[in-house]
């Protein structure tokens, strides 16, 4: 579940690779109760992302491959990005954005920002959430108990649902709407939306399959959120909090090692 690995995640990724990354000491906010989209629509998304593969299946085999593969990560860069990653809750989670954008976000205040991505986060969990309640898939941290998570886990995170993935999917939806806010900034920032669903293979959390159904979800959701009247009245606003954040001339100092762990080739 996303909510529960999110609430565990650790809190030492804002102290390994992105140190720096935090700006003003922020908590996470209280997520919106509401997203942009109606609960019908939601639904309606929920029941068109298809059944995780087979357990036995070949697209099974190879997506437990893959997973083995991405231990050879544990400890390095990646796996230090990963850790930071794990946290997908608006305010702390748009930080991962900072780099792409060229500023420090904590360094102005940004409530409609915030506000815009807990809706965002709302829509792509949900849809998430409503998919893995249809049929549970196991993680690579529970098929394989000695496998280890880049964060802290209870035996229930550990035995959660794996498909489809809710980090992936609220990643690719944070980017897409970081596109739309910023379009001069597009490729990097849905570059680090995809990379957050990446963190989740490297963290033994999700299997490939489960993150490109996640990604799906996250596409899909910006796609309509973006269009209804509720963003677009937010949008100027957030456009203006960003503006606030660059003009106060403070970058991110840990995006050197941002660079260094994405420069990081994958198993």
């Given at each position: 579940?996303?909510?529960?690995a ?19 000491p ?43 593969r ?29 780099c ?54 209870d ?48 963290c ?20 309509r ?7 677009q ?34 198993p």
């Amino acid at each position: 579940m996303i909510g529960r690995a999110a609430r565990l995640a650790t809190g030492a990724g804002a102290v390994l690779v992105l140190a720096a990354c935090a700006g003003s000491p922020k908590s996470v906010a209280t997520l919106p109760k509401d997203g942009y989209l109606s609960a019908g629509v939601l639904s309606d998304m929920a029941a068109a992302i298809p059944a995780p593969p087979t357990p036995g299946s070949p697209q099974d085999a190879a997506d437990k491959a893959a997973s083995a593969r991405y231990a050879a990560l544990e400890d390095g860069d990646r796996w230090l990005l990963a850790t930071s990653h794990a946290e997908v809750r608006p305010p702390l989670a748009l930080q991962h954005f900072d780099c792409a954008l060229g500023v420090r976000l904590g360094s102005a205040e940004t409530p409609v920002l915030d506000r815009m991505m807990g809706r965002l986060f709302h829509d792509a969990a949900s849809v998430a959430e409503q998919v893995k309640a249809r049929q549970m898939r196991t993680r690579p941290v529970a098929d394989d108990p000695q496998r280890r998570a880049c964060q802290t886990l209870d035996a229930a995170a550990r035995r959660s649902g794996s498909y489809p993935s809710g980090g992936a999917a609220v990643g690719v939806a944070y980017g897409e709407a970081f596109a739309t806010l910023e379009p001069d900034r597009a490729e990097a920032v849905r570059r680090i939306g995809h990379q957050i669903g990446i963190s989740r293979l490297v963290c033994a959390m999700h299997y490939p399959s489960d993150v490109a159904a996640g990604e799906a979800i996250g596409r899909q959701v910006a796609g309509r959120a973006v269009a209804d009247p509720a963003f677009q009245a937010d949008r100027a606003a957030a456009r203006a909090e960003l503006a606030a954040a660059r003009r106060t001339g403070l970058t991110n100092p840990g995006c050197a090692a941002e660079r260094a762990a994405l420069a990081t080739v994958l198993p």
